[in-house]
């Protein structure tokens, strides 16, 4: 659009939104360092269901609307955090967040699960387990309640110091899913090393399946895997009526994805702990 626009730029051209976009990012990630102290910061909870479309948990997934840039995606501010470190302090506020989240759940009667997304760099972080702990102390929330999603990059990023910190956080109750499996590592050794209860297929998969396809092979073998080492199996980007009854017929139960909710704020959670799905 903007190619009559473009400016020389050494040997390559640049385009005025090129710039722009430039600009944007070296502004977020100069504001990613004091995001967590900030008020822009937000958390939305998306409900995960069981076969008979209850909600059996929720992923915390964060939200930053920015006066400056206006809503800014995680999937470019968090990688931005990861580089540059910030992603300690984020990640402190997710479990914060999640805590004060499941406390208002568990206020209102409802013990469900809520699952946080840790990177490679928070759980090999010294304070990490130390922070996790004295959090939910504080905050008076039981381990079992917070489920930690990592990446099977994450997971195989410093196999035994991720393994022996794994094992502290299950000793404490901890438990942890394997997030966009299938997409990130070749190995399949990791599965039997680590204490997992889920493994959740990537929304890739899922959207793609149709029968006969690659996509819908691949999410058979997942949840034949899950099933063989006694874990759950998660679908997640489940987006229509179709995929759903295609999981369960394959005995995938638990299901997350706009067909049943996109994720919503805290308010909402109530009113969709108690609607019913058919
Ligand atoms: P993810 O962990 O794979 O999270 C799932 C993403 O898929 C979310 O995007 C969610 O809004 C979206 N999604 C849910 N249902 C559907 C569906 O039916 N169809 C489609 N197409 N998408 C669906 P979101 O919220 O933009 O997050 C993007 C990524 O950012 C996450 O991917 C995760 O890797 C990262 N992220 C989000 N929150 C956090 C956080 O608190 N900490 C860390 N470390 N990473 C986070
Ligand atoms: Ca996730
Ligand atoms: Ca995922």
Redesign the pocket.
């Known amino acids: 659009r903007n190619a009559k626009k473009s400016a020389p730029f050494g040997s390559c051209h640049i385009t005025k939104d090129g710039i722009r976009e430039y600009d944007r990012m070296v502004a977020i990630q100069e504001r990613v360092h004091s995001l967590y102290d900030s008020d822009e910061l937000s958390l ?1 909870l ?1 409900p995960q269901y069981n076969a008979e479309a209850e909600i059996v948990g929720f ?4 939200r930053w609307y920015s006066v400056e840039f206006g809503w800014v ?3 470019d501010f ?1 990688p931005i955090a990861e580089e540059n470190g910030a ?1 300690h302090s ?2 402190e506020w ?1 479990v914060e967040a999640a805590c004060d989240a499941l406390l208002e759940l568990m206020n209102h009667g409802h013990h469900r699960t809520i699952s ?4 490679a760099r ?1 759980i090999v972080a010294p304070e990490f387990v130390l922070f996790l702990n004295r959090t939910l102390k504080k905050k008076g929330v039981p381990a079992q309640l917070l489920m930690l ?1 990592l990446t099977e990059t994450a997971l195989v990023s410093d196999m035994s110091q991720v393994r022996s910190i794994m094992l502290e956080l299950a000793k404490l109750g901890f438990r942890f899913s394997v ?2 499996f299938g997409t990130g590592y070749s190995s399949l050794s990791y599965l039997k090393r680590y204490p997992l209860s889920i493994l959740k297929i990537d ?1 890739s998969f899922v ?1 793609e399946m149709a029968p006969g396809n690659a996509n819908e092979a691949l999410v058979k073998t997942t949840i034949t895997l899950a099933s063989s080492l006694k874990m759950s199996c998660v679908a ?4 229509t009526k179709e995929q759903a009854e295609e999981l369960l017929r394959n005995a995938c139960y638990f299901h ?4 049943y909710a ?2 919503c704020t805290a308010n909402d959670v109530e009113a969709l702990l108690f609607k019913t799905w058919n």
């Open positions: 939305a998306q992923e915390a997934l964060i995606s995680p999937a968090i992603i984020i990640g997710v946080i997304n840790v990177s928070q999603e997030d966009d929304k959207n997640e980007g489940v987006e997350q994805g706009y067909y996109k994720p």
